[in-house]
């Protein structure tokens, strides 16, 4: 059961169609029998007519049916003229770095288009395109086609835009550049939403989920970093991750095993490495991780080395919180870090009793 505070949470951000919450939870409806997505357009009910859900499978065992205006169980695709011209702009060309100026070749006013597209899908135009380009790419990786492979089956030239958007995003693919390394990407879903892993046969690389702030950089900065082509794949280490995930979600894991190879400098190194000691089940400030590296005066250091962190859930960033107990950030969501922070605690509390 959820508490009356997180459920008047959930129903501010229902309130608000805040797209950070898609995937923490969906909203039964008592009076209509349906169930929305946070972002959906619909108008909202009471709060004493909503019922909360962490999956849509617990609505639908509720009884409830999904809502046909967001479908919460499907992409959406109602949509408004200027949201269509805009989206069918972006599939002619999902490659394209989209700016705000585009919008002048569809005589659209940005102001308009970023409030239809944060009504419609609870981010901005750019954003949108922006999830489509890194879409494209996350959708090779979950098929774990080979890119040749994909190319063909879709009609694509192999110079076309789709070799184009794969490699700005995930690296060229082999064969065209001399002597490159090769990292294998996978996706896995988690109750949490879909992540996405990076590894090669011998550690992994990166995880994160997908929605995270910023991931289309991190990719970037792993492959110059390590100077791979990412193609989507699978490795033992890949296989390794997604079993211990499981594990965890499922509760009966806090502690990873799979290799891990951390990309930072020294002192971000240094920081990763105190993350990995705070126990699953407890948190601890910033100012605390600082004074247990002997530096108490770079808090600010350690908080920047942990948003830096690009191996989500296994160096427990979501672990450190600010000191006055509220949770600071965290670049995959707030509504997943408490998640995890209370699912860690009831793990914590089962296996202490
Ligand atoms: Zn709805």
Request: some cysteine; aromatic content about 10%.
């Amino acid at each position: 059961m959820l508490t009356l505070e997180v459920e008047k949470e959930y129903y501010q951000a229902l309130l608000d169609r805040k797209a950070e919450y898609e995937g923490v939870f969906f909203a039964g409806v008592k009076t209509t029998g349906v169930f929305c997505r946070p972002t959906c357009p619909a108008r909202k009910p009471k709060f004493e007519n909503c019922e909360f859900f962490e999956t849509a499978e617990q609505a639908l065992l509720a009884s409830f049916r999904p809502c046909r205006r967001c479908r919460p169980l499907s992409h959406p695709d109602h949509v408004s003229e200027v949201v269509r011209t805009l989206v069918d702009a972006v599939e002619k060309e999902p490659e394209k770095r989209w700016k705000d100026e585009d919008l002048q070749a569809f005589s659209i006013d940005p102001s308009t288009a970023r409030r239809q597209f944060k009504k419609r899908f609870g981010m901005t135009f750019v954003e949108y395109s922006r999830a489509r380009r890194m879409g494209m790419a996350f959708k090779q990786i979950r098929s774990g086609h080979s890119v040749i492979d994909t190319q063909i089956t879709t009609g694509y030239e192999s110079s076309s835009g789709f070799r184009d958007a794969f490699s700005n995003i995930m690296g060229a693919p082999p064969g065209l550049q001399e002597e490159c390394n090769v990292l294998k990407a996978s996706w896995i879903d988690t109750k949490l939403g879909p992540m996405v892993a990076v590894a090669d046969d011998q550690a992994l690389y990166l995880l994160e989920f997908v929605q995270r702030r910023g991931l289309e950089r991190e990719i970037e900065l792993l492959r110059q970093k390590t100077k791979s082509a990412i193609i989507p794949g699978s490795t033992k280490i890949l296989h390794s991750i997604e079993k211990e995930l499981t594990d965890y979600f499922e509760g009966s894991l806090t502690a990873f095993k799979t290799p891990i190879h951390m990309l930072g400098s020294p002192f971000q190194q240094q920081v990763w490495n105190a993350l990995r000691e705070i126990p699953a089940g407890v948190t601890r400030s910033y100012a605390e991780v600082a004074a247990s590296l002997e530096k108490p005066s770079a808090y600010r250091a350690v908080a920047s080395a942990n948003g830096a962190n690009q191996l989500a859930i296994i160096i427990p960033c979501h672990r450190v919180i600010n000191s006055n107990g509220e949770l600071g950030g965290y670049g995959g969501g707030l509504p997943r870090k408490r998640w995890m922070i209370q699912h860690e605690r009831k793990i914590r509390l089962i296996t202490e009793n």
